[in-house]
């Protein structure tokens, strides 16, 4: 099956990416339609056929060209405190850790022209009763979150593990949570003005 021809197929392909992943965040998953996604994009159906399949494979895509590099780069800055403690004999610092995988994330958020909105999409997404997005975004999440569970285990030997595990699981909403779309950002900003300006202070809180 040949692609459509408009756009090379790598700019295609691109435009689609783009387009739903804007549409996800405004409309959320179940309320963007393929129709919807195509207009955006200045493509047709065939091209999304094309190039995903189905709506189900390009939400996985939209998902995994962001949170693979962001991921990668969490590893590598933990590893880096890893290496950092070993060399100094000494345990992990618990905040050098939560930095390691918090400022990726900050600088994401004004890194490349989209990234805004895979961030309230994926914020939104949280908030839905439909958990599609979810079992997408916690499958690629749950190597990092396991390696950040290792590392915060050395950091805090005396500490059972599965309280480390639920600590961090609260660490985990909180840095999440901020990212929900406009609709529900009042209700948190309601809830705690400080928690929405100061997330790290309430992470080293929590641990």
């Not at 065939?46 to 995994?64: C, D, P, Q, R, W």
């Not at 599609?132 to 593990?161: G, N, Q």
């Amino acid at each position: 099956m040949k692609p459509p021809k408009s756009l090379p197929p790598a700019d295609t392909r691109l435009s689609i990416l783009d387009a739903s992943e804007y549409l996800f965040a405004n409309e959320g998953y179940r309320g963007t339609t393929l129709r919807a996604i195509t207009k955006r994009a200045g493509v047709n159906l065939a091209a999304v056929n094309y190039h995903f399949g189905s709506k189900e494979t390009l939400l996985e895509e939209v998902i995994k060209r962001r949170i693979e590099p962001l991921n990668m780069e969490r590893r590598r800055r933990i590893q880096e405190v890893q290496d950092l403690a070993s060399k100094k004999g000494k345990k992990p610092v618990v905040k050098s850790v939560l930095q390691a995988f918090i400022t990726p994330t900050l600088e994401f958020r004004d890194s490349e022209p989209g990234a805004r909105d895979f961030i309230t999409f994926i914020g939104r997404a949280f908030a839905d009763p439909d958990d599609s997005v979810r079992k997408v975004f916690v499958r690629f999440m749950h190597p990092i979150f396991e390696l950040m569970h290792r590392t915060m285990c050395l950091a805090l030997p005396d500490y059972p593990a599965d309280l480390v595990f639920w600590r961090l699981q609260f660490c985990m909403g909180s840095l999440f949570t901020p990212c929900i779309s406009a609709a529900i950002f009042t209700w948190i900003h309601q809830m705690s003005q400080t928690w929405m300006q100061h997330p790290l202070m309430l992470l080293l809180f929590l641990m």
